[in-house]
DNA sequence: ATAAAAGTTCCATTTAATGAAAACAGGTGC
DNA sequence: GCACCTGTTTTCATTAAATGGAACTTTTAT
């Protein structure tokens, strides 16, 4: 059972987004009223009142079995618009379909946010390849995967040491670098202007990642693509990064420089994952 | 300017989603404090409440124009877990990405959601196609666009009139067909299985679709190609045509019967769109 | 059949939302 | 440089609305 309790924080709007996540936090499944209550920290009585309203706005629906909840339809239509910083999205769905169309791999967006990156678009490849941040909207801790490493290689050094330290342990738990060679990668892509992922979490599992990065330098995405060992020929590795840079170039100069979202880490620090 | 105003309903969550769907109308830059209050029907001051706290939720964030507000990164990873009643997306993933390697051309699942359908997953083909729904998480009225029409023709006869009915001036208005062609089309689809436009709303798009049913023969969504006319050839329709009747089949074997979400409109029927 | 657990209704209490008014910032034109 | 306008923010007395304990009902497990 996943604790969403709005700790510390007060407010209808807390309670009901403690809601919200507890139901993100659960599948497809859903919950019930009970297990609401409790992940969210609020009696039953209040936690129905809410389960209530939030059906009422579309935002929670009955889940499968009856007696549970989930989140609802609208949501998912409501924050579709979301996620779209800078207009990083349109601005980057030209260049993916270029090079998913190229390498017939599969090609992923990534967005930085505070500790973390979130995939924000995808465009799948010949072979289904599974990433780390699983589907689009998950997180990853910046340093584990090659979009989210190429995003931390290019931050300003005191940042960098900063979420380095904040993430270490996270990366190790789910299977990433240890420091010693975290660091080394890091330097390597930073010299080298990409991150080669060359045998990745996944067996046999590769990818190359560039940094996309404003007209003020500030790095605000990476763009990223998966695929196999095998696929990842030498002469492919140098074409892939040849065009990664050159489409992510692009993209920088078109998105805004001014757009306080992608500047520092800023208060939505709490990274759940 | 598009109103989002509470009416009729109070609450404090009320409020809150309407400056949420007030923000997710207005695209990546955003919309200013003036503009949300009036868009919303709230007081100045209420609305920048609000406004604090959701940002404080990561829900909100500052817009690019430095005074502006859009629909925050964490609203993005919350819904990402919605939007898939029965699992759907999750089942019809890999029916979607078969599609799309045989056939090169861009595969859509739209879910029906009282008189619409809601685009809940694409995989693109080697050309960009344009879907009626705009991006994910758009929705159209039933009727327009084969995945649409495909749900739409296969309802039971009084819920399909009464759909009719309420979506006929829509349709219109966005340049779909008229009614006597509508339930020509209807009647051809249901005949054929599968919905075939020839020519769609933009030149030389043209499209097929069929509906997926769940275990109890209720229709719950649909499977699209999107293509254009050239590459539509008569072998290429026959061979979509019987893919998709066999992975819609698939898809609704797999799903789950019970779901309440996908019998009736139910509540969330005041459709936008 | 019985017990235990989950869900629901009720309502007196209290907290927290409300929005008018007024102060404040930041442009624009004179 | 000053007056003016528009949009934003703070304050605070008023009031409405959220709260959750207790009691009751329904469902599930034994």
Redesign the interface.
Request: glycine content about 14%; charged content about 20%; hydrophobic content about 40%.
């Given at each position: 059972m996943v604790k969403v309790v709005a700790e510390g924080?007060d407010?209808?709007?807390?309670r009901?987004?403690a809601i919200?996540?507890a139901l993100?936090?659960a599948?497809?499944e859903g919950l019930r009223l009970s297990d609401i209550a409790d992940a969210a920290g609020l009696p039953k009585p209040t936690a129905l009142r809410?389960l209530r309203?939030?059906?009422?706005?579309?935002?929670v629906?009955?889940?499968?079995?009856?007696r549970s909840y989930?989140?609802?339809?609208?949501?998912?239509?409501?924050?579709?618009?979301?996620?779209?910083?800078?207009?990083l999205r349109?601005l980057g769905r030209?260049a993916m379909?270029r090079v998913?169309?190229a390498f017939e791999d599969t090609v992923f967006l990534l967005?930085r946010?505070g500790y973390d990156a979130?995939l924000?678009d995808r465009?799948?490849g010949?072979l289904?390849v599974r990433s780390l941040t699983g589907?689009?909207?998950?997180?990853v801790p910046l340093g584990l995967g090659q979009g989210s490493t190429a995003i931390l290689a290019s931050l300003p050094a005191g940042e960098q040491e900063e979420v380095v330290r904040h993430n270490l342990s996270l990366i190790r738990e789910r299977g990433g670098l240890d420091e010693a060679a975290l660091r080394a990668a890091l330097l390597d892509t930073a010299r080298k202007g990409y991150c080669d992922v060359a045998n990745g979490l996944i067996p046999g599992s590769s990818g190359l990642a560039v940094p996309i990065r404003d007209r003020t330098g500030q790095v605000v995405a990476a763009l990223s693509i998966g695929t196999t060992l095998e696929r990842l020929t030498p002469e492919r590795r140098a074409a892939m990064a040849e065009m990664l840079q050159r489409e992510a170039a692009a993209i920088g100069d078109a998105s805004?420089p001014?757009?306080?979202?992608l500047r520092r880490p800023g208060?939505?620090l709490q990274g759940s994952g």
């Open positions: 924080r407010g209808v709007l807390s009901a987004v919200l996540r993100a936090a599948g497809p809410f309203n939030l059906q009422g706005e579309g935002l629906e009955d889940g499968p079995s009856g989930r989140l609802g339809l609208d949501l998912f239509c409501l924050a579709a618009r979301a996620g779209n910083p800078s207009n349109d030209p379909l998913a169309a967005v946010s979130v924000i465009s799948e010949v289904p589907d689009i909207g998950g997180k805004n001014f757009d306080p979202a208060a939505s």
